[in-house]
């Protein structure tokens, strides 16, 4: 019976794939149309969504509103923060501060599986070299910068100029406010800003759960849903006299929940997106940028999960290598995916279409960008001259095989042998060439993974030159993967660290052409593409400098024809976001819009406890506690990426419902364009956070601190 249903299955996929293809295959791509929402929802606090939040929601909310979010809202290291009580207390991801818990631990400490509570001022750890910013202040300087633009008689002379004045402004604006002030450029350089930030650099550890609960399932269950994670962590800003922030303006926190339909907000920093960019630099990002990049993490992960079936001694040490990998992975590939999607690329089309035509129609809009999405094609194919080489060429320190670096060493090596020894760098003088040398080679080589990224890479290498290239032919003599990183190694004098010593003192001996013109392949390679690396990387720094200008015309023309009626694309800087509770379709069936605890501990006991789906001691001893029924994770229409981590999630009151903290996997393609179909923020429930403060950790504290908004006293 069962094997009967497996061919049912397999027939039905085939029948399925093929009329997916015949589908696919029928749709006039020319007739396609773009979407409302193609831009996005991620408003600035420059332009607020007033009209549009009234029409959507009926909500008109005034400047105050506006002022007391934005003052509310703070910004980390790579993430979203915010004050959620008077006192400085601020929420965040945990996963935006799990790199910092080594920094805070003391010894016989492990605040990653244990986690971190203090119950009192006293107890909260200083945090060094960390710090959180608060958006103070935003000044229009969109004139100043476009006349100054406009002096330049070339597009070399307009990009100094404009350098020049951004460099000005933020001088002057340093000096007058007191404050740190940034540059912003919106919509594709339609308009600029100054963002001037109040930085607090006396930041401490309030709260911290163990890495098994904020993570629990790990990067299995990344940029999925269902989720139950309490990916949460609490902070406090103090003053320069090492007293606790005085803050007017945070995010109450209710246990009211949300409503089906109620609008629901994020405010925080996305990172970057390109909806805003030309078809002609999305078709460069597609054809070299995210392919290469995919292939290199896609291949890479793969391999190691490979890996692990191969030497099961090592899985645990091949799972931890994955696990860094795993996020980048995953956004590469859906990205790279979502590009090479001819419908999805087909509205992009449509929406450039539009935007010509309506400065087509405008003759004084024509005359001033009309030749802009040419002058971008242009810079673009420039481009693709010479994208193969650098992407053949660039050395990735973290994904590339020692081979490769420690040819680069063994050149810089040479170089500094043909300078007098008076004028050589200090490791290379005499006295300490030896240790120099055998520090080489790395005393942590890993053969069987350094293996492993050696075949990626040539693979790599030989998907961007070709295969008649000399290089290619040189290192791979026609063969591919592991059969080339085999032959490569093979031909190799500094495939082992005795080579590679002798190597370098023959060198060291006889002269510096013993490594220069030696017929190693790695080395061979090195010599052959790291002076022209740097000229490339030159003449692509210039390239790009000249697109910027038309970048910044494009912008102004979207400005003109749009306004403000779509929102810039997200360049890490405060922004607004609407959303409704709502699930989406996914494997067949539907998800829901809330987990709950029973789901937690559901898939606790159906993996038998096994990571990624452990749990600490302290969930399991207090499950018949919690009300299983309390609502965990949620998602919801918010439009939302990388830097958004540790949003605050809030109602028309300001009051805290939720925690930002990932996607699904649909959301990955919003880098590039936004799909509220399916594209889904996944945030931690305001009463999932309180039912654990208050009957798992038995945090008081905290608790009250959150309810009332500010610091008990007891």
């Known amino acids: 019976m069962m094997r009967r249903n497996k061919l049912v299955v397999a027939f039905l996929f085939v029948l399925f794939t093929a009329f997916s293809l015949n589908a696919q295959h029928s749709v006039n791509y020319d007739t396609v149309k773009a979407q409302k929402f193609d831009t996005g929802k991620m408003w600035s606090f420059d332009y607020p969504p007033v009209d549009y939040l009234k029409k959507t929601y009926n909500f008109t909310p005034d400047q105050e509103w506006f002022d007391d979010i934005r003052l509310s809202a703070l910004r980390l290291p790579g993430c979203t923060s915010s004050f959620v009580s008077e006192d400085g207390l601020m929420m965040t991801n945990h996963h935006c501060v799990n790199g910092i818990l080594s920094r805070v631990q003391q010894e016989g400490e492990n605040l990653e599986k244990e986690g971190f509570m203090a119950k009192s001022l006293a107890e909260e750890r200083k945090i060094t070299g960390y710090y959180v910013d608060q958006l103070i202040i935003i000044k229009d300087v969109t004139a100043e910068v476009q006349a100054a633009t406009a002096e330049g008689t070339n597009d070399a002379e307009k990009a100094a100029k404009r350098e020049a004045k951004v460099k000005e402004l933020i001088d002057t604006y340093n000096k007058e ?105 999305l078709e460069y990002f597609r054809d070299f940028t995210y392919r290469n990049n995919s292939y290199m993490l896609d291949t890479y992960y793969n391999a190691l999960e490979a890996l692990k079936s191969e030497e099961p001694s090592r899985a645990d040490e091949f799972e931890a290598m994955k696990v860094p990998l795993g996020n980048s992975q995953k956004v590469i590939h859906m990205i790279y995916t979502g590009l090479m999607d001819d419908y999805l690329m087909a509205r992009k089309k449509d929406f450039q279409r539009k935007l010509q035509e309506a400065v087509k129609n405008d003759p004084e809009l024509e005359k001033l960008y009309g030749k802009t999405w040419e002058a971008i094609e242009r810079t673009r194919a420039e481009l693709r001259e010479i994208a193969p080489m650098l992407s053949a060429a660039s050395i990735n320190p973290r994904l590339s095989s020692d081979q490769f670096l420690n040819a680069r060493k063994l050149i810089d090596l040479a170089k500094q042998l043909q300078k007098p020894e008076e004028e050589r760098d200090p490791n290379y003088k005499a006295d300490k060439l030896d240790a120099t040398i055998e520090g080489i080679f790395s005393d942590k080589f890993d053969k069987l993974v350094d293996y492993t990224k050696l075949w990626v890479q040539l693979d790599l290498i030989r998907m961007n030159l070709g295969e008649n290239d000399p290089l290619v032919k040189k290192m791979m003599d026609g063969k591919k993967g592991k059969e080339a990183a085999t032959y490569a190694l093979s031909k190799s004098e500094i495939a082992t660290k005795e080579g590679l010593v002798k190597l370098a003192k023959k060198a060291v001996k006889d002269g510096a052409d013993v490594i220069l013109k030696s017929n190693d392949p790695f080395i061979y390679f090195m010599v052959n593409t790291q002076d022209k690396l740097v000229e490339l990387n030159k003449q692509a720094r210039e390239i790009s400098a000249t697109e910027q200008i038309q970048d910044d015309l494009l912008g102004q023309a979207i400005f003109k024809v749009y306004g403000t009626t779509i929102p810039p694309d997200a360049n890490f800087t405060l922004r607004l976001s609407d959303g409704v509770l709502k699930g989406f379709d996914y494997n067949g069936t539907k998800s829901p819009v809330n987990t709950t605890f029973y789901g937690l501990y559901d898939r606790y006991h159906g993996w038998k406890g096994e990571y990624p789906w452990n749990l600490h001691k302290i969930w399991i001893d207090a499950a018949d506690k919690i009300d299983l029924s309390t609502p965990f994770n949620f998602v919801s229409t918010n439009d939302i990426v990388g830097g958004n981590s540790g949003s605050a999630v809030i109602n028309k009151n300001a009051e805290v419902v939720g925690l930002a903290f990932d996607g699904n996997m649909e959301s990955i393609i919003g880098n590039f364009i936004y799909n509220p179909v399916n594209n889904r923020m996944v945030a931690v429930d305001a009463r999932s956070m309180l039912h654990a403060f208050k009957n798992v950790y038995k945090n008081a504290h905290l608790y009250d601190e959150l309810m009332s908004g500010k610091r008990s006293e007891k």
């Open 177 to 281: 406010t007191g404050l740190m002030c940034q540059f912003v450029s919106l919509f594709n350089g339609g308009k600029f800003a100054i963002y001037g930030y109040k930085r607090y650099n006396d930041v401490r550890l309030v709260f911290a759960p163990e890495k098994t609960i904020a993570y629990f399932g790990g990067d299995f269950d990344n940029f999925t849903y269902p989720r139950y994670n309490l990916d949460c962590s609490f902070l406090r800003a103090y003053d320069d006299n090492g007293v606790p922030v005085k803050s007017s303006n945070y995010f109450k926190f209710t246990d009211k929940g949300i409503q089906e339909g109620e609008p629901i907000f994020t405010v925080g920093n996305p990172g970057s997106t390109q909806r805003l960019k030309t078809v002609a630099q």
